[in-house]
């Protein structure tokens, strides 16, 4: 049984999701409201071990298909083990990335096609869709120099989906937009190319339709 509200953030590298789904966390926590943030590929203990496989800049032969299974074998644990318990409790969930990364990643950019997606999908979610889905969105020079900054800052290793063409990246930006194009309801395109603050009240001017629902 889905009480809660099940919001996730989407939109190409550096774009700003962590970011935003951190401020957002905390504003609705901030109205008493109970949250769970979490995070793909990762999110549980589990998921995490499967994240180190799949962004591991070593694991260059790593295929599609096993890719594309790795994602949902960790999405299947959160699924399971975290979102679906705390939509239960009637919780905020707020998931950054979910099957729209992979349908964008795997099924469009790495031309899997989304129908297999959507497959796999099945077994994994279980029918679990988000309630608003959040494409943060920039212009892909713009997004992979704020994430190469943050990365020389925290010197990341968790690079193997980093480091693509720029062919890649216009495809995954392309198809999150055609996302948004095909499920006008659910997905919002909000532009990520302006100052933090502005991005956070369009996120959160987003979010009021579904927020008032789940409080009616
Ligand atoms: N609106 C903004 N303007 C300028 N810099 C920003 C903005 N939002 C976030 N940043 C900075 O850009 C970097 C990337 O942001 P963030 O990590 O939130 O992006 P992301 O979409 O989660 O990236 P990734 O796809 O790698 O997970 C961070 O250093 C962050 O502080
Ligand atoms: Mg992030």
Redesign the pocket.
């Known amino acids: 049984m889905k009480r809660g509200l099940f919001i996730t953030?989407e939109?190409?590298?550096?774009?700003?999701?962590?970011?935003?789904?951190r401020i957002l966390g905390k504003r609705l926590r901030g109205k008493n409201l109970p949250v769970l943030e979490t995070a793909e590929p990762g999110g549980t203990p589990i998921g995490l071990q499967i994240r180190r496989v799949l962004l591991d800049a070593k694991n260059q032969e790593l295929c599609p298909t096993a890719e594309l299974l790795l994602m949902f074998a960790a999405r299947a644990q959160n699924v399971d083990q975290a979102i679906l318990p705390a939509l239960a409790a009637g919780h905020v969930v707020l998931c950054?990335?979910f099957t729209d990364s992979t349908l964008v990643y795997q099924g469009a950019a790495r031309g899997l096609g989304t129908e297999l997606v959507y497959e796999v999908d099945r077994i994994a979610c279980r029918g679990l869709v988000p309630d608003l889905t959040l494409v943060?969105d920039v212009d892909i020079e713009t997004?992979l120099a704020?994430?190469h900054?943050?990365?020389q800052?925290t010197q990341d290793s968790e690079t193997r989906l980093?480091e693509q063409s720029l062919e890649f990246y216009r495809k995954v930006r392309a198809a999150y937009q055609q996302l948004a194009e095909d499920e006008p309801r659910r997905v919002k395109v909000i532009d990520?190319?302006?100052?933090?603050e502005?991005?956070k009240k369009a996120v959160w001017e987003a979010v009021q339709a579904p927020l008032q629902t789940l409080l009616a």
């Open positions: 953030f939109g190409p590298e550096g774009s700003g999701k962590s970011t935003q789904l950054d990335r943060i997004g704020r994430a900054r943050r990365n800052r980093d990520g190319s302006r100052e933090e502005d991005v």
